[in-house]
């Protein structure tokens, strides 16, 4: 029951070499880390699973589609929080989630009767008719993953959510990650701290220049460190 499936992915930009044969299988409901040093690949192995970057070789199966031959259908159902999250900044953070949900398609009355509730688990119910101009770091990446709730995604993909956050913040976010986990979300969470994949991770992807060095357990990782 794979999640996902990608299979020797390379991806080249010139004579630079991004993505150097990349092999991940994500089994439906894991938490999985990518782990490694900025450069190491983990941004475009993540934009290459979600068929924003064509593999210059290799394959990839995510809910058992192909993102580059159904986009449509894999947008739907996968969610990606990059590392710097975009909303509108004059509106509140209630009517970003209401707007994105209505372009995504969402009738009016489903949007109304989830985004109490997304808004409740991510603690921004006190702020949610504040505009996202006076959100914090921590408070935006809360409101992307009130986003990810909302659409119900069945797989998550967050590039360094924990980013500029402090030890506090960084804890609550991984906290709520974790929630969305115990809900059956399949989640890959691409870091370059140890301290934050290990916390919640089921399973470590370790990217050095390009390649997965290891993958497995934290506890199979510090038997090899
Ligand atoms: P990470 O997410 O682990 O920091 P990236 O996937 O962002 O790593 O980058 C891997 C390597 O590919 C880096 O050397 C980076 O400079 C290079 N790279 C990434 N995207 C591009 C691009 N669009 N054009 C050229 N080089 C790129
Ligand atoms: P974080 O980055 O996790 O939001 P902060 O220290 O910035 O950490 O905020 C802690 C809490 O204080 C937030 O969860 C929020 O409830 C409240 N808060 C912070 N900034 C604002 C703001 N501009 N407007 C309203 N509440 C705020």
């Known amino acids: 029951n ?84 975009g909303f509108y900044e004059t509106m509140t953070g209630r009517e970003n989630l209401a707007y994105t949900a209505r372009l995504a398609g969402m009738p009016q009355d489903l949007v109304r009767e989830r985004i109490g509730a997304a808004l409740d688990k991510v603690r921004l119910s006190g702020v949610a008719d504040r505009r996202v101009a006076t959100y914090s770091r921590g408070m935006r990446q809360r409101l992307g993953l009130a986003e990810l709730l909302m659409r119900n995604c069945r797989v998550a993909i967050l590039d360094e959510p924990t980013s500029g956050l402090d030890p506090q913040s960084t804890q609550e976010l991984l906290g709520l990650i974790q929630s969305l986990s115990q809900h059956g979300m399949t989640i890959l969470l691409a870091s370059h701290m140890l301290n934050v ?20 357990t934290i506890e199979e990782l510090a038997d090899r460190i």
């Open 2 to 85: 794979r999640a996902i499936d990608a299979k020797g992915l390379v991806k080249r930009y010139g004579s630079t070499i991004a993505v150097a044969g990349v092999d991940l299988a994500v089994n439906a409901g894991e938490v999985v880390g990518l782990l490694g040093p900025n450069g190491a690949g983990k941004t475009t192995t993540i934009l290459m699973l979600l068929g924003l970057t064509e593999p210059s070789e290799g394959s990839v199966r995510i809910l058992g589609k192909d993102p580059l031959r159904q986009p449509l259908e894999v947008k739907q159902e996968v969610g990606y929080l990059p590392d710097a999250v």
């Open 197 to 216: 994949v290990q916390s919640i991770c089921h399973r470590i992807a370790l990217f050095n220049e390009g390649k997965i060095g290891f993958i497995g």
